[in-house]
């Protein structure tokens, strides 16, 4: 059974057919990697699996529980499933440990003393050991990014979906946010992500998906999408990307 699966997910915005029957399966530990162009609707499929927006058709399975259907309250289900954006959007207020344990915090009612040890492993983990305490305005954006990160992965959620969580960065700190993804990889998470990143997708993905007018047009391992890939629209899309 997959830990996620979308069968024929249909999402549209008016007349436009955002999501046009997506069929997808990620495993337990697997990283998907959803590449195309700009429009192609890699972050509407994203905020459709985290109930962000509602579906028109199809299903969406989480560990073979649908959790699509019309009336379900999102909210626990939002708690299984982590979601990193572009834009990291930390409360300038607060410390870096303390973004990250808002959600625990009054959602999960814990208290401050119980959070610490486990936010403390978490912030080590991802490089951030001496950061904890500095306000967002102290951080790189590449460090607030894996804050981001580490928020997200404070209320233990069994999935997590990232949203062109590089984009915004200077090059020379997309490389830290790009290993704590390794990382997390490596720890056995269950990730879906919308990327630019086509060496590293072709490196660390198990699956790449290439999604073009709300289809995914053609998917497999990436050596042999990005070395031979099948369709026409693939290639012209890997040829203008890996420029
Ligand atoms: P990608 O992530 O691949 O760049 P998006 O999912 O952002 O693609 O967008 C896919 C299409 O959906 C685009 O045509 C975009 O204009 C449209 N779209 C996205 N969000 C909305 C929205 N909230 N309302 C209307 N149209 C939207």
Request: hydrophobic share 40%; aromatic share 6%.
């Amino acid at each position: 059974m997959s830990k996620l699966s979308l069968r024929n997910v249909v999402k549209r915005f008016g007349n436009n057919t955002v999501c046009d029957g997506i069929d997808l399966d990620v495993n337990s530990g697997e990283m998907v990697c959803l590449i195309g162009s700009s429009g192609a609707g890699k972050s509407t499929l994203l905020r459709c699996i985290n109930l962000l927006e509602p579906i028109e058709d199809g299903e969406i399975f989480l560990d073979g529980a649908d959790i699509s259907i019309p009336g379900l309250d999102p909210e626990p289900v939002r708690r299984r499933i982590g979601m990193v954006f572009q834009s990291y959007n930390l409360f300038p207020h607060m410390s870096a440990a303390e973004n990250v344990m808002l959600a625990p915090r009054r959602i999960q009612k814990r208290t401050r003393a119980e959070l610490r040890p486990e936010i403390e492993a978490l912030f080590a983990r991802f490089g951030l050991a001496d950061h904890m305490d500095k306000y967002p305005d102290q951080l790189s954006g590449g460090q607030q990014q894996r804050v981001a990160i580490v928020r997200a992965l404070a209320m233990k959620p069994e999935v997590m979906l990232f949203d062109e969580i590089t984009s915004a960065l200077d090059p020379q700190l997309v490389g830290d946010v790009l290993d704590a993804l390794r990382a997390l990889k490596s720890d056995g998470m269950t990730m879906v992500l919308a990327t630019h990143e086509m060496g590293f997708a072709r490196e660390a993905a198990d699956k790449v998906c290439f999604l073009k007018d709300g289809k995914i047009i053609e998917e497999g391992a990436p050596d042999a999408l990005f070395a031979s890939p099948k369709r026409i629209e693939t290639q012209e899309f890997l040829s203008r990307a890996l420029k």
